[in-house]
């Protein structure tokens, strides 16, 4: 089975989305002081409990994802582009899109680590 650029490159935006949902954000409500706003949330969305108590599952999931779509990007990055301008300008369009999603995709996975795992060490 092959996997294209942009479909690992959302792949990983979505486990890394889906760390910060399950993980980083009970640690930031707690960290704010909004702990009774977070349990009301719970109330409304009782799935965060369940995918809360596979937190390390996740993240271990949102890093393969994560190191899978970077090594389709920096692959495909020296990949000739078509000779002709239109589609070789789409290409380049294309793979810069691709950068960008793999970049959010790291950040909001580094921010929901560092919410989840080392915050709360330190308070």
Known sequence: MKISDQTANFLSLFASSSTLICCAL?????LLGAGASFA?????FPFLIVVSQHKLY????????LVL????????????????PVM???C?????????VYYISALLFLVATTFT??????I
């Open 26 to 30: 009970p640690a930031l409500f707690v």
């Open 40 to 44: 009301s949330l719970l109330n409304i």
């Open 58 to 65: 996740i993240t271990f999931f949102a890093l393969i994802m």
């Open 69 to 84: 779509a970077g090594y389709m990007n920096y692959k495909t990055y020296h990949m000739p582009c078509p000779i002709d």
């Open 88 to 90: 070789g300008k789409t």
């Open 92 to 100: 380049m369009q294309t793979r810069r899109g691709a950068r960008y």
């Open 117 to 122: 795992y080392l915050v709360p060490r330190f």
